[in-house]
């Protein structure tokens, strides 16, 4: 937990007679556990990760090269170009994504070198990558080549290996030393040179890596050639050594490091609208996204960029392995996205999805003498994987859904009755495990929605709350935002019966290209900025109550007006008391926190805060200190005792029991 700590030790006997006039008004916390405890969803915090805003190319996947295999340009089955307008069959329009079909990548000639690049289908590596870049060199003058600067710049850290590896090809038996250099964006300074000798012949795979002299986080790669002729290069790629766990193919440590300071329960994948795509050709499709990387098959992302798939199925049921989270899958459920204009799979088509999801779920979970199971085995991964959830399609409802639901449910559930299927609505006519439901609004929606699970239907279905953040009228996320998320999550907390999951949406994004307004982990090449939001999900993840006990503030006021909101619980491990407190106000406010029906509560309690007496403060790539959890410890807790809530805050209070 990034946090700064800071002794501070109150007096035990503030009364409220004895609080300044800035205080305002006193109120008093009840908690009571004479009366009816809710149980806590083990599984109630979890994280969703969605390839937008760069979450996994450019973000958290931590391949360096951009457009490494020269699709960038290659359109989903159906659509075709309308000027700069892509369009479905469906009459669906998508901006382009893209500069030009070599996007990424630039011709880099010095002195008197003469040439070209072009992007070529003639002799393709394999079908699933057609393209390849052609460079044709008249004349090498002082050097000539290729240059990717990555996603906005290459982080390069002095003393660290960088891992390079090409296809390349020539024309017949011609061949070439390829010169391999990591320089600044300018080119004037070189980081990290080397060399590779005899690249030529048919389609080989080449390798080489790379000791940085220097760090620059806006680095680039060029690779130049030392003679006259042309030369086919695909699926470049370039890797840090040091990812997460040092997997090849892997993960940015400082990203997967947020992750797991969060503890999830689970981790939810591949989304969100990508689930659906433009068109059922451009869904995810999970078999595209394992294997050899000049194997998989990239997709053109509704999110208006290039998608890998390098960060796949089998990458990312090894995170939740390694981050100790379970995995909820989601499957298409034969339509594509709902919002743009879906595109309806045929009953044939419909069967084949079923069978897709089948699949998935035997890569992750059959035994390695499966058919699927044996391809896990041959990716590395012999024993299965935590896949415990799937859930059938993204924001999708209708007869047509309920229809198609029913069979993915029953083909699912024949084969795997221990996982929890869940539905993306409530269905009048056939029963429902879990739902999803999604929340978006203003902090105002988030502060009123504190109640809205007391009516929920305890007879089922369960709730998983599969996206929601507070993103309208909070700027690009702030402070208030946070507190709203922190009060409507305590509400969930309090229904966890009902509430067994939730998950904020969407968690990554990249500062240089964000197509989602507000979102939880921002990050460039080099640097790391979680939101107060994600401060938020840690206090409460690393802290949840095994059971809720009667919280009652009074004066007593409606959600939608309260100022001071409070939740306590215990945790079963410590016998702790957890009480958390959200102060949405501009004045500290003081309360009276009065104990019922507990054992002994110690004088000694830890306090985190989360606070800024501007409730529009947020954390910055530049300032990724504004607003901070601060720890401190209080000496003045017992059966009764008086505390001066922060303006702007989100308080826990860890207390002792005997
Ligand atoms: O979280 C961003 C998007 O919001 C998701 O892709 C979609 O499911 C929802 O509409």
Not at 126 to 145: F, Y
Request: with cysteine; glycine share 10%.
């Amino acid at each position: 937990m990034k946090t700064r700590h800071r002794i501070e030790w109150l007096l035990a006997a503030v009364t409220l007679a004895g609080v300044s006039a800035a205080a305002g008004i006193g109120r008093t916390i009840t908690i009571d556990a004479t009366q009816g405890r809710t149980q806590v969803s083990p599984s109630l915090y979890g994280i969703f990760f969605e390839e937008i805003n760069h979450a996994g190319d450019g973000g958290l996947y931590a391949e360096m090269v951009q457009n490494r295999d020269f699709e960038i340009n290659t359109l989903p089955g159906g659509a075709s170009w309308a000027g700069n307008l892509l369009r479905t069959t469906n009459g669906w329009q998508e901006r382009k994504w893209f500069g030009n079909e070599l996007h990424g990548w630039s011709l880099v000639n010095k002195g008197s070198a003469a040439g070209f690049i072009r992007q070529d289908e003639q002799s393709p590596l394999n079908e699933r990558n057609p393209h390849s870049l052609r460079l044709v060199v008249k004349a090498v003058g002082h050097g000539i080549g290729i240059v990717n600067g990555g996603y906005w710049g290459m982080n390069v850290q002095a003393g660290q290996w960088y891992d390079l590896s090409f296809f390349a090809r020539t024309a017949g038996d011609a061949n070439t030393n390829v010169g391999v250099a990591l320089e600044s964006a300018s080119g004037r300074e070189s980081h990290a040179t080397t060399n590779i000798e005899g690249v030529g012949g048919g389609w080989r795979q080449y390798r080489c890596s790379l000791k940085a002299q220097d760090s620059d986080p806006n680095s680039r790669l060029v690779l130049t050639v030392d003679r006259p002729g042309t030369v086919w290069f695909d699926m470049v790629s370039l890797f840090p050594r040091a990812t997460f766990k040092n997997r090849p193919n892997g993960l940015r440590p400082d990203l997967v490091r947020l992750l797991a300071d969060l503890k999830p329960a689970f981790m939810r994948f591949p989304g969100g609208a990508i689930v659906g795509g433009m068109t059922l050709d451009n869904r995810i499709q999970w078999q595209n996204s394992i294997g050899p990387l000049e194997q998989r098959r990239g997709t053109a992302n509704l999110w208006g960029y290039w998608t890998s798939n390098g960060l796949g199925f089998h990458e990312y049921l090894q995170l939740c392995e390694d981050l100790g989270a379970e995995a909820l899958w989601v499957c298409n459920p034969g339509f594509s996205d709902n919002y743009r204009n879906a595109e309806i799979a045929s009953p044939a088509q419909v069967k084949e999805l079923v069978q897709e999801a089948l699949d998935a779920i035997e890569y992750a979970l059959g035994p390695a003498n499966t058919g699927w199971g044996a391809r896990r085995a041959a990716n590395g991964h012999p024993a299965p994987f935590p896949l415990r959830y799937v859930e059938i399609g993204n924001e999708a409802g209708g007869d047509l859904y309920a229809t198609n639901y029913r069979q993915f449910h029953t083909a699912i559930h024949a084969k795997y009755p221990a996982l929890t299927l869940i539905c993306n609505e409530r269905l009048k006519d056939q029963a429902v495990e879990m739902v999803d439901d999604h929340k978006y609004g203003s902090p105002a929606d988030f502060f009123g929605a504190y109640q809205q699970y007391d009516a929920a239907d305890r007879r089922g279905p369960t709730v998983y709350v599969g996206e929601f953040g507070c993103n309208s009228g909070v700027g690009a996320g702030n402070l208030l935002a946070a507190l709203a998320e922190a009060a409507y999550r305590l509400g969930l907390e309090r229904n966890s019966d009902v509430v067994r999951m939730s998950s904020y949406a969407p968690l990554f994004f990249h500062v240089k290209d964000i197509q989602w307004p507000v979102n939880m982990i921002g990050f460039d090449s080099s640097r790391v900025a979680p939101r107060t939001s994600y401060f938020v999900q840690q206090m409460l993840a690393c802290n949840r109550p095994d059971e809720i006990l009667q919280t009652q503030v009074e004066p007593p006021a409606a959600p939608a007006d309260v100022e001071l909101l409070a939740l306590a619980g215990l945790e079963r491990k410590t016998g702790d008391l957890l009480l958390r407190v959200v102060n949405r106000t501009a004045t500290p406010r003081t309360a009276t926190i009065r104990c019922q029906g507990l054992a002994k509560i110690g004088s000694d309690a830890t306090i985190t805060t989360l606070s800024h007496d501007d409730p529009t403060a947020e954390n910055t790539l530049d300032f990724p200190d504004a607003v901070l959890p601060l720890e401190s410890a209080f000496a003045g807790a017992g059966a009764e005792f008086s505390y001066v809530f922060k303006p702007y805050s989100f308080t826990l209070l860890r207390l002792t029991t005997e």
